[in-house]
């Protein structure tokens, strides 16, 4: 991997060189079509005849060496009738729920590496726009060449538009486009882990496979290509994970019930808080075989109390942001959270702001105790996402954090953290071990803010976030503000 960015720094800089990413087996573990379907029929939204039918295609295609345009022209009339919109929707939420976990973490760093270089980052896949569209604005590409359906007034005609991208279709066009945009090929990079695009990685001066299948291992060999395999995403459960998992689960307990007693002996609930939050988020993330490699710790201290604000992928993120501040602090979350048996023990200790988020007004009026405890000393640890994000992609900032700031008239700490989705998946209750990132900013004075005003704020603290994990860790000071 190392050579690979090595090679990747050293190639002609600029959008005259162009990186071609297959997606299915190249850029995510698995195939985006195989979650399509599962999907569709564990909501009856395919029909027996129609499933059979693919089916069969499928079979021909595997052990018959029929071509792709048969399967994808089976695939296609399945979907006559169907709306654009309808089956966005449907690729959106699919990525959300599934996909996103399955992006091979160091295909990020390849696609972040080529945008550093300022090449044209381009995905090449026989998949539908509906199936690639959500990764490649996730993970910023600048094109998607991919099978597109024929489309009449936003409904589906069973029919494809143009070429299949499979073999040579998909060589052409990245010539195409090549062409198109004065891309040199001789600069430029194609990645994929199956046979079918030797024609496309042949086209390029740079042929990466990327874990790749037998048939690719010896084309490889044979043209000696420079083979890469990625790290899997840890997304399931394995007996490490799940002992880890315990132990840190009960790490946090005992060191919550500890700080309840100390709370009620010394009839102090912030001491009692400072004793579970502190321990027992260090402890967990010890017993979890989580280290914390931090940038900047002095800022979590320089001025207090503040609104420390962190990106937010993973429950994991709780436990840093403990360990990380660990007294004199509360926060501020979805109210669902007051029933995760994860994060309800510590929620309660240092009396956690609760808000509805379907209910705007109330949500506001919630936020008046986030306010009184800062102005009592305590300090605020809020994720101006406002949930958690599918991928280390920032998502847009709520403005909720930053009127507490101003009301009270305390400064923000940006937190940056990095990796724990790759250690713990949005939506998974297993912990894996490893290192996480973080990078503590220096403190943005929020004294002259107004209403007028504050979405320029929100904006320049949400860039602060996306530099710092454009270029890790960057400057952490945020020069003159």
């Known amino acids: 991997m190392a050579a690979l960015l090595a090679s990747i720094a050293d190639a002609p800089p600029g959008p005259s060189t162009a990186a071609f990413f297959d997606l299915d087996g190249t850029i995510i573990e698995g195939y985006t079509v195989e979650t399509v379907y599962r999907d569709r029929a564990r909501h009856a939204d395919i029909s027996p005849g129609q499933f ?98 024929k489309v009449r007034a936003g409904t589906l005609t069973g029919d494809v538009d143009g070429d299949v991208l499979w073999g040579p279709g998909k060589a052409r066009a990245i010539t195409d486009y090549a062409k198109q945009e004065g891309i040199h090929l001789s600069d430029s990079f194609a990645y994929s882990n199956g046979a079918e695009d030797v024609p496309m990685l042949k086209a390029v001066g740079h042929p990466r496979p990327l874990n790749p299948e037998p048939g690719l291992v010896d084309m490889a060999h044979m043209r000696g290509w420079p083979i890469v395999r990625l790290e899997p995403p840890r997304r ?37 808080a400072n004793v579970g939050t502190g321990a027992g988020c260090r402890l967990a993330l010890a017993f979890g075989g989580v280290t914390l490699n931090v940038t900047g710790e002095n800022n979590l201290w320089a001025q207090r109390p503040a609104v420390f604000m962190f990106n937010h992928q993973s429950s994991l993120d709780m436990l840093v942001i403990g360990d990380l501040l660990r007294r004199d602090v509360t926060g501020v979350a979805k109210k669902e959270l007051a029933h995760d048996p994860r994060f309800a023990p510590i929620g309660w200790l240092v009396d956690i702001v609760y808000i509805d988020r379907a209910h705007t007004q109330q949500a506001k009026e919630a ?26 992609t920032l998502g847009p900032f709520k403005k909720g954090g930053f009127h507490i700031a101003v009301q009270a008239g305390v400064p923000i700490v940006p937190i940056v953290i990095r990796n724990t989705g790759e250690l713990m998946w949005r939506n998974s209750l297993w912990l894996h071990p490893g290192t996480v990132d973080v990078a503590a900013l220096e403190p943005v004075p929020t004294s002259g803010w ?12 949400r860039q602060r976030f996306l530099d710092t994990l454009a270029d890790w860790p960057g400057d952490i000071s945020h020069m003159h503000y």
Do not use: W
């Not at 060496?65 to 690729?91: K, W």
């Not at 550093?116 to 600048?142: E, L, Y």
């Not at 936020?367 to 280390?392: F, H, M, N, W």
């Not at 107004?450 to 603290?461: E, G, I, K, N, Q």
């Open 52 to 149: 059979s039918r693919l089916a069969l295609a499928a079979l021909d295609m595997r052990f018959r060496q029929a071509p792709l345009d048969t399967l994808v022209g089976v695939a296609f009339e399945a979907l006559a009738g169907r709306t654009e919109d309808e089956l966005s929707e449907l690729g959106e939420r699919l990525f959300r729920q599934e996909i996103a976990s399955r992006i091979y973490p160091q295909a990020r760093q390849l696609v972040h590496a080529h945008r550093k270089a300022g090449h044209r980052v381009v995905m090449a896949t026989s998949a539908t726009p509906f199936q690639a569209d959500p990764v490649a604005i996730d993970m910023v590409f600048d094109t998607v060449l991919c099978t597109r359906p």
């Open 236 to 272: 399931g459960v394995t007996l490490s994970s799940a002992l880890r998992t315990g132990a840190a689960l009960t790490a946090l307990s005992t060191s919550a019930t500890l700080g309840i007693g100390v709370g009620l002996l010394n009839r102090n609930r912030q001491a009692g």
């Open 367 to 392: 936020l008046q105790p986030a306010v009184s405890k800062l102005r009592d000393g305590i300090s605020i640890a809020i994720a101006p996402e406002g949930t958690r994000s599918p991928s280390p």
């Open 450 to 461: 107004s209403p007028d005003d504050l979405d320029d704020h929100v904006a320049y603290v």
